[in-house]
């Protein structure tokens, strides 16, 4: 039996009770900046002209909650989070949502919840708690320094700089193996530094691997250095199939994004463009590309966490990796970006909840991968499927891009730890076994593509 349809009359009116009740007001629909339909939308204060906010941005008493996304009712009360609690979403699948909650909404929005009979669980309980014990203390890197010759460690989250000078470190020590390019600029002016790996072999394939193109997910930027440290350093003892590819390696995709969520908003997820708009500035850069660009999964408000810009490759940073790889002689054939969170590995479409022509082949290459992680150090269990339908549709991703634009056939989206334990706020105790399992995942591309 179909149930009877309710009015959206009679649904906002019923929605205005829920809210009076809960000491909140109902806004219209035109009262919202924007439809917050993305992910995660940390309030940001007042922005200086030199980048700096007034003062860090803290979340003391802020919280993840789970929610069940499993019929209309409450994926209604979810869309009311956003619009009338300044809810967001940081991760959703066919089954469940997580909605960060900021410690200012928290009981007006437990009463919504409450008034609309919808459970939910709490993942985090203070927000800020989680921060400020997620990456220890850099102290001891001076000794590793003097001990390694760079200060990158994988038992912490670093910084820009600790991350560029280790590239040059690897491109010095092993100049017949490595070497550096900056490929162009970010919007304030920092280097798209990217690590070139190769033996020099003129008949090898290529892979492209970047990370950190959301400022937040730290876990990226750290497993993108870590498989390409492991790379490096144990090269002479690694397979042929892992040998015989030149591997262009941007571990920071992002890196004014990763600087301000160091230095002054733990979950920035934009970069920095559009610094006019204040709380508003930023674009997404995985809706930047120009494959399908505006379409599903997008917004034209500068202050939705998933802006797609002005127009395709309107930032520099993403308009610098097209045009590096458009241009480039190498012989592309796999594309590998690296996210937080969710352990999935995730294959084109993602503009829409549609396939290639191919996709039995990537589901069996990402099942092959997903079950070497598996078996990995501390091994985590990834999903795999398509990124539209796995997810939800979201136009003018990078993997797209390089399906669609330069015909890349392993394009790849890696999802990685956890699965909202702690979400974005991953400790730093979990680099080196999420590494573990990249460098598995990584293998298992390598492996196909020696076999083009």
Not at 254 to 278: F, I, V
Request: overall charge negative; some cysteine.
């Amino acid at each position: 039996m179909n149930p009877i349809p309710v009015s959206r009359t009679v649904a906002t009116f019923i929605v205005s009770l829920v809210l009076l009740q809960c000491g909140s007001t109902h806004k219209l629909p035109a009262e919202t900046a924007s439809a917050n339909a993305a992910p995660d939308a940390p309030e940001q204060p007042s922005v200086r002209a030199n980048d700096a906010p007034a003062q860090p941005v803290k979340y003391d008493g802020a919280q993840l909650w789970r929610i069940a996304y499993d019929d209309q009712p409450k994926k209604n009360a979810v869309a009311e989070l956003q619009d009338r609690f300044d809810a967001s979403m940081w991760n959703y699948n066919a089954t469940s949502v997580d909605i960060f909650v900021r410690g200012q909404q928290l009981k007006k929005a437990e009463c919504f919840l409450r008034a609309a009979n919808i459970p939910y669980e709490v993942v985090i309980e203070d927000m800020q708690r989680a921060i400020d014990t997620e990456n220890p203390s850099l102290e001891e890197t001076e000794l590793w320094e003097n001990r390694n010759g760079h200060r990158m460690t994988w038992t912490a989250y670093h910084r820009l700089a600790d991350i560029y000078d280790w590239m040059d470190y690897l491109a010095q020590t092993y100049p017949d193996l490595c070497s550096t390019k900056a490929i162009g600029k970010s919007v304030q002016g920092r280097e798209l530094k990217v690590l070139r790996i190769s033996n020099g072999n003129p008949a090898n394939r290529a892979i492209w691997m970047d990370g950190g193109i959301h400022a937040r997910e730290w876990i990226s930027p750290a497993t993108v250095t870590y498989i390409a440290n492991e790379l490096v350093e144990d090269w002479d003892n690694q397979p042929d199939h892992l040998r015989n590819v030149d591997w262009y390696v941007l571990p920071v995709h992002n890196p004014d994004g990763y600087e301000h969520s160091h230095q002054y908003d733990r979950l920035w997820r934009k970069n920095r463009g559009g610094l006019q708009y204040g709380p508003c500035a930023g674009v997404d850069l995985n809706r930047n590309y120009g494959y399908k660009w505006g379409g599903q999964g997008t917004s034209k408000q500068p202050c939705s966490e998933i802006f797609a810009g002005s127009g395709p490759f309107s930032e520099p940073e993403s308009k610098a990796v097209s045009e590096f790889m458009q241009s480039s002689a190498a012989d592309w054939k796999g594309f590998l970006t690296f996210h937080s969170y969710g352990q999935y590995i995730l294959y084109p479409w993602g503009y829409d909840r549609v396939v290639p022509p191919d996709h039995a082949d990537l589901k069996r290459v990402g099942d092959a991968a997903a079950e070497q992680m598996l078996q990995a150090s501390g091994g985590s269990r990834y999903t795999v499927g398509p990124s539209g339908s796995t997810l939800y549709p979201a136009a003018g991703g990078s993997d797209d891009w390089a399906r669609g634009a330069l015909n890349i056939k392993y394009a790849y989206t890696v999802e990685l730890r956890d699965t909202g334990r702690y979400g974005f706020v991953l400790p730093a105790n979990q680099i080196k076994p999420t590494g573990d399992e990249a460098v598995a995942f990584v293998d298992i591309i390598a492996q196909e593509v020696a076999k083009l």
